[in-house]
T-cell receptor, first 111, second 113 residues
């Protein structure tokens, strides 16, 4: 069974700090990796994607991928209270078209 | 603005009483998805359509069915809801070549009494 694992949290960081969210996946055939943000009671929203090993930066967000270790992470710099949400890691393999979501990590940014 | 719309936003039904949830999109995406999400759990894919081609996930209960009469609309039918079917139902869309980039509707919260 293809699994995506995340620490459920909550991860609490002070405002202005770096939040680090981690995700591991079991399917070595996975090719594409996504981070979705989900506010409480709302639907998921795509914030980052990464396909190649290394780092990808977009504003305050950096996605990191290590396929050898089957590990993907999301860094949020200068965390704001508005970043408080659940962050879902999702993985897409070439052999399938469906996204496999993790359960999400709850992030709380305290003022 | 292009978007994914779900109706109703909240649905209360009785145990065993059929219910239909609807989804429409103005993004002109050819792929549409239905997910079930329970509290503190990952969204669970129930079905997806590539254009009119229907794809059912292996562990989706027979109680759940779907229809896509045209590109813009998709329906989720729950034939005999049980208490365990209470959840948020999310509709999403994507382009065929970019299935990881999905656009979600606001969801329908289903309560089964």
């Amino acid at each position: 069974q293809k699994e995506v694992e995340q620490n459920s949290g909550p991860l609490s960081v002070p405002e202005g700090a770096i939040a680090s969210l981690n995700c591991t996946y079991s399917d070595r055939g996975s090719q594409s990796f996504f981070w979705y943000r989900q506010y409480s009671g709302k639907s998921p929203e795509l914030i980052m994607f990464i396909y190649s090993n290394g780092d990808k930066e977009d504003g305050r967000f950096t996605a990191q991928l290590n396929k050898a270790s089957q590990y993907v992470s999301l860094l949020i710099r200068d965390s704001q209270p508005s970043d408080s949400a659940t962050y879902l890691c999702a993985v897409n393999s070439n052999s399938g078209y469906a996204l496999n979501f993790g359960k999400g990590t709850s992030l709380l940014v305290t003022p | 603005d292009a978007m994914v719309i779900q109706n109703p936003r909240y649905q209360v039904t009785q145990f065993g009483k059929p219910v239909t949830l609807s989804c429409s999109q103005t993004l002109n995406h050819n792929v549409m998805y239905w997910y079930q999400q329970k509290s503190s759990q990952a969204p669970k894919l129930l079905f997806h359509y590539y254009d009119k081609d229907f794809n059912n996930e292996a562990d989706t209960p027979d109680n759940f069915q779907s229809r896509r009469p045209n590109t813009s609309f998709c329906f989720l039918d729950i034939r005999s809801p049980g208490l365990g079917d209470a959840a948020m139902y999310l509709c999403a869309t994507s382009l065929r070549g970019r299935t990881g980039t999905q656009y979600f509707g606001p969801g329908t919260r289903l309560l089964v009494l």
